[in-house]
């Protein structure tokens, strides 16, 4: 299974950009994926996940900002980010269950990617 992010960069505050997850390997109908984002000296945060039936979830820090969606056929997984704000920056991961379940039933990604980085200036 391997994971493959894009898209990061550096923007603006109230900017935007959008980061893409390409898995490819992996053979799950059902399954949880999504994207956890991790700053310099922070923990890392999870910041929201969509399910194989399209389901999703969302931090707090992000709703109404951030969208993620995914495209079955060309097996990518998407976070649209907008009106980014200093405190949005960081490294990127795109994480998947290593078996078959939904978010909702999920305690962690098995599988991640390597990170896109996100920087966001005042």
């Known amino acids: 299974v391997q994971l493959v992010e894009s898209g990061g960069g550096s923007v603006q505050t109230g900017g935007s950009l959008r980061l893409s997850c390409t898995v490819s390997?992996?053979?799950?109908?059902?399954?949880?994926m999504g994207w956890v984002r991790q700053a310099p000296g922070k923990d890392r945060e999870g910041i929201a996940t969509?399910?194989?039936?399209?389901?999703?979830e969302y931090a707090d820090s992000v709703k109404g900002r951030f969208t993620i969606f995914q495209d079955k056929y060309t097996k990518t997984i998407t976070l649209d980010m907008n009106s980014l704000k200093p405190e949005d920056a960081g490294m990127y991961y795109c994480?998947?269950?290593?078996?078959?379940?939904?978010?909702?039933?999920?305690w962690g990604f098995g599988y991640w990617g390597q990170g896109t980085q996100v920087n966001v200036s005042l």
């Open positions: 994480g998947a269950t290593s078996s078959a379940m939904r978010c909702e039933n999920a």
């Open positions: 390997g992996y053979t799950f109908s059902t399954y949880c």
């Open positions: 969509i399910d194989s039936d399209g389901s999703t």
